[in-house]
């Protein structure tokens, strides 16, 4: 079913930073420059009378940031949500799916620090495609050999620094050592969220927005990163360390993205240009060629399904 366009989520009382939906489709979470992350259920919207006026109120709020909320995404699996915020750290979040006996409930289970300025950006692995057989380098990458991932996300700062974080069990001799280098899951203490890589910024680059990780992207099996860098856009490998920066652009990219299957990015940036690109080899060499430009854009149109 489609949401009739006279259809609204009530009004923030600030910007509305980002948005994300729950892989169940369900359920949407919404952060604004309030330091509020709002959490929206769909039921009541889907079953109304399409002819109504109508605005859903949020479901639940979750207000344990001190600055704006800038970015939220959940895990593929939609076991953890995430959000980044002004306040310098991302928060995690356990999500209860909602069953015949109980609504939907989040608790915040960590709080990731030590990035040192506004987090722009945080995301969980790329959403999974519908499944289907997809020829991309080396070989197909089908939904079902690529299991559904909620322990990692990958952070990017106002600073330009980078960090990727995995959900790790600690060994009882670790315990100790993680209440001081990371945070460890206050529903399940066994486990931590822990930094396993940083990427900072070159020494001797000049500061500012347009160095900044203004859009950060998880490929789905955590093998590399997206991420705007001035002009252009940088593919981090995780496992394998590369750099490669692609250039295009003529301003500022502002947004990247990343299709299930590894194979096409897309970046958009503030010359009105989005630009498509090809990974033929994703999580191996990273070799990426300009696919197309689309035209430009003078103004942005809004879909409205009726």
């Excluded at 500061?207 to 593919?235: E, M």
């Excluded at 947004?255 to 503030?270: C, F, I, N, T």
């Excluded at 010359?271 to 994703?282: C, G, H, I, K």
Aim: with cysteine.
């Amino acid at each position: 079913a489609l949401i009739p366009s006279r259809s609204a989520l009530a009004r923030h009382r600030y910007t509305v930073n980002a948005c994300a939906f729950h892989p169940s489709g369900r359920m949407i979470a919404s952060g604004s420059a309030d330091s509020v992350v709002r959490i929206w259920t769909l039921k009541s919207l889907l079953d109304r009378d399409e002819d109504e006026d109508y605005q859903e109120q949020p479901h639940l709020l979750l207000e344990e940031h001190k600055d704006q909320v800038s970015a939220v995404d959940f895990s593929q699996d939609g076991v953890f949500l995430a959000s980044a915020s002004w306040d310098t750290t991302v928060r995690v979040w356990k999500v209860h799916q909602e069953t015949d006996a109980s609504p939907w409930t989040c608790d915040c289970v960590a709080i990731l620090p030590g990035h040192g300025d506004w987090v722009f950006s945080c995301c969980f692995p790329t959403k999974l495609p519908p499944r289907r057989a997809h020829n991309v380098g080396a070989g197909p990458l089908r939904r079902e050999s690529v299991p559904r991932r909620h322990d990692t996300i990958a952070t990017g700062c106002k600073n330009g620094s980078i960090r990727v974080w995995k959900r790790q069990r600690m060994s009882t001799s670790g315990l100790q050592r993680c209440l001081k280098e990371c945070q460890r899951d206050t529903k399940c203490p066994d486990y931590a969220w822990v930094c396993t890589k940083r990427f900072a910024r070159s020494e001797g680059e000049e500061k500012g927005l347009h160095t900044a990780a203004q859009s950060v992207v998880l490929s789905s099996d955590a093998r590399f990163i997206v991420s705007s860098f001035k002009t252009g856009v940088r593919v981090l490998g995780i496992d394998r360390e590369y750099v490669q920066l692609l250039q295009g652009h003529e301003e500022r990219v502002m947004a990247v993205s990343v299709d299930g299957d590894g194979s096409v990015m897309a970046s958009s940036a503030l010359d009105a240009d989005v630009m498509l690109w090809r990974v033929t080899s994703p999580g191996e060499d990273a070799a990426i060629s300009l696919q197309n430009t689309l035209p430009q854009l003078e103004t942005v149109i809004p879909l409205v399904v009726d």
